[in-house]
Antibody, heavy 118, light 110 residues
Framework: EVELVESGGGLIQPGGSLRLSCAASGFTVSSSYMSWVRQAPGKGLEWVSLIHKSGDTTYADSVKGRFTISRDDSKNTLYLQMNSLRVEDTAVYYCTRSCGAYWCFGYWGQGTLVPVSS | QSALTQPPSASGSPGQSVTISCTGT?????????VSWYQQHPGKAPKLMIY???KRPSGVPDRFSGSKSGNTASLTVSGLQAEDEADYYC??????????FGGGTKLTVL
C-alpha cells in the first residue's frame, strides 16, 4: 500500500530555513515522479516543485531560487529545502506521487503545516 | 501564469447532476490533455478524481466524468450523493514545466 508521511513543519520566522521530509512506503521514490503541492490557510492549491525519475527538477516561479527539491534513494524519502522563507509561504505542504502522467497527483500525504511569522 | 477560473460554488440535490467548469487559455487547458480534477473534504488531503481530461483512477465511481472543449474543462458529477459535498480543484499543465490549479469550487448537496 502506498503511503506518504510528511514531517518537518513548524513555526519559522521570515527569512528562516526549514527542511520538509516525506517518507514513502509501498513504492520506490526514485522510480516515480514526485511533487510538493501547498495550500495556504483557507486558500486553493499551488504546485511548488517536481522531481523527475531522472533527478531533474522544476519549480514554480514563486519559489524558484529559494526552494530545493531532492530525494534520498537509500531512505526512500523526498525532501523540500526551503530558504529565505516569506510570510506568503505559510501553508500546508503536501508530498505527492504522480499518477501515470507526471502532471497529475495520484497519492497525497497528510500534509505538514509551515507557518511563517515573526 | 494566472490560475484557472472556476466558479466559487455549485450545488445540486441528491440524485441530480452538476457540472463544474474550469476555464484557462490556449497555453494551458487548450494546449494539452493534462487536465486533472481533485476532491477535497474539510481537513483532508485532496484526492485525484480525474486525470488526462477524462480518465478515472481505480476506485473512483463512474458518476464522476471529465471532458474538455477548447480552453474549458468540465467535471460532471451524476447521481449526486451527500458524500460528494466537498471542494473541487482543476489543474492543467501550463507548458514550460509548470502546473496551474484553479481556484476551487465548493460543491453543496442540497
Amino acid at each position: 500500500e502506498v503511503e506518504l508521511v510528511e514531517s518537518g513543519g513548524g513555526l519559522i520566522q521570515p527569512g528562516g530555513s526549514l527542511r520538509l521530509s516525506c517518507a514513502a512506503s509501498g513504492f520506490t521514490v526514485s522510480s516515480s515522479y514526485m511533487s510538493w503541492v501547498r495550500q495556504a490557510p483557507g486558500k486553493g492549491l499551488e504546485w511548488v516543485s517536481l522531481i523527475h525519475k531522472s533527478g531533474d527538477t522544476t519549480y514554480a516561479d514563486s519559489v524558484k531560487g529559494r526552494f530545493t527539491i531532492s530525494r534520498d534513494d537509500s531512505k526512500n524519502t523526498l525532501y523540500l529545502q526551503m530558504n529565505s522563507l516569506r510570510v506568503e509561504d505559510t501553508a500546508v505542504y503536501y508530498c505527492t506521487r504522480s499518477c501515470g502522467a507526471y502532471w497529475c497527483f495520484g497519492y497525497w500525504g497528510q500534509g505538514t503545516l509551515v507557518p511563517v511569522s515573526s | 501564469q494566472s490560475a484557472l477560473t472556476q466558479p466559487p460554488s455549485a450545488s445540486g440535490s441528491p440524485g441530480q447532476s452538476v457540472t463544474i467548469s474550469c476555464t484557462g487559455t490556449s497555453s494551458d487547458i487548450g494546449g494539452y490533455d493534462y487536465v486533472s480534477w481533485y476532491q477535497q473534504h474539510p481537513g483532508k488531503a485532496p484526492k485525484l478524481m480525474i486525470y488526462e481530461v477524462s480518465k478515472r483512477p481505480s476506485g473512483v465511481p463512474d458518476r464522476f466524468s471529465g471532458s474538455k472543449s477548447g480552453n474549458t474543462a468540465s467535471l460532471t458529477v451524476s447521481g449526486l450523493q451527500a458524500e460528494d459535498e466537498a471542494d473541487y480543484y482543476c489543474s492543467s499543465y501550463g507548458g514550460s514545466n509548470n502546473l496551474i490549479f484553479g481556484g476551487g469550487t465548493k460543491l453543496t448537496v442540497l
